[in-house]
């Protein structure tokens, strides 16, 4: 692998501009969180998804990256890092065999769902699914009222055909909904089910980015965040929530229009998604050829 030297300068640079792009949204999260006001659509950003905001917010060169100057030596206090003769950089021989193991499921993962054709015929019913025949007092999100009540929210869902694919999604549908699911994904079959039409298999690219960390860059996985940011507002302006009092207008998915709106959507981020996906591998890629050598 050849590797890019950094000078002083553009590495400290860089470091900057990430912390200050990520602190756009782990600021008010923190604020938010300080005052005890819930959000139902960006809690999920730092609460499903376990990437501590400080995390978040540090800058890591990635593997083919070598930090020049004499700054680059803080690194060091982290065990991650090496100093080489010519600067510092991440020292991939301390991956443990278990790390690499992850290494190689996320790989196989990414590239079995980038190789299938999208599918956006689910219309974002899994959030419906995850509400139908609930009694108010035990939905997800207690404090949001549903659009339409219940019982209208469940004949939406027994209008539609539920066609969820992604795992991670259908665990949490109520039991009266998992018997309408045209799929049964488990966390074994898992690389066998998710495709890049969905929107959560889409989301979690950032999660497998970080799962990798140090090791992904820290622009890459600022690039996953994002997605996964316009990707959640989506997830849930599709949902039966009325979510008007934070702003967000809904995705009417009971209606034609409102589901031919989310295919669009669903199909924007499908190509949003496949460069990420794809970068995520190559860093996977160089991950396992210098395990190897």
């Known amino acids: 692998m050849t590797a890019k030297h950094l000078p ?41 998804y376990s990437h501590r905001p400080s995390l978040l ?7 083919s990256r070598v930090l020049a100057g004499e700054a680059a030596r803080e690194f060091l206090r982290r065990e991650e890092y090496i100093a080489t003769g010519d600067g510092v950089r991440l020292d991939l021989t301390r991956l443990s065999a278990n790390r690499l193991g992850t290494v190689r499921f996320i790989r196989s993962l990414l590239r079995a769902t980038a190789d299938r054709p999208a599918r956006l015929n689910c219309f974002g ?53 998992t018997r309408r699911n045209a799929l049964s994904p488990t966390r074994a079959t898992q690389r066998d089910h998710e495709q890049p039409g969905c929107l959560h298999a889409n989301m979690d690219i950032y999660k497998w980015a970080y799962k990798l960390y140090p090791y992904v860059p820290a622009e890459l996985v600022a690039d996953c965040f994002e997605l996964a940011a316009a990707i ?11 979510l008007s009092d934070y702003g967000y207008q809904a995705i009417r998915i009971e209606t034609p229009d409102g589901r031919a709106e989310y295919v669009r959507t669903q199909a924007t981020f499908a190509r949003r998604a496949a460069p990420l996906r794809n970068r995520l591998v190559e860093v996977c890629d160089i991950l396992l050829a210098d395990s190897e050598l």
């Open 8 to 48: 002083e300068r553009e590495w400290r640079a860089l470091a900057t501009a990430h912390r200050d792009r990520m602190r756009v949204w782990t600021e008010p999260h923190r604020a938010r969180k300080a005052r005890g006001e819930p959000h139902p659509v960006l809690d999920f950003l730092f609460t499903y």
């Open 57 to 63: 917010e540090r800058w890591h060169p990635g593997p």
């Open 125 to 177: 019913l899994h959030e419906w699914a995850m509400v139908y025949r609930l009694p108010d007092d035990e939905v997800r999100h207690a404090g949001v009222p549903l659009r339409l009540g219940g019982a209208a929210t469940d004949d939406v869902v027994e209008s539609l055909d539920i066609r969820c694919s992604h795992y991670d999604a259908f665990r949490f549908f109520t039991e009266s909904a």
């Open 232 to 242: 959640r507002e989506i997830d849930m302006r599709a949902s039966p929530y009325d």
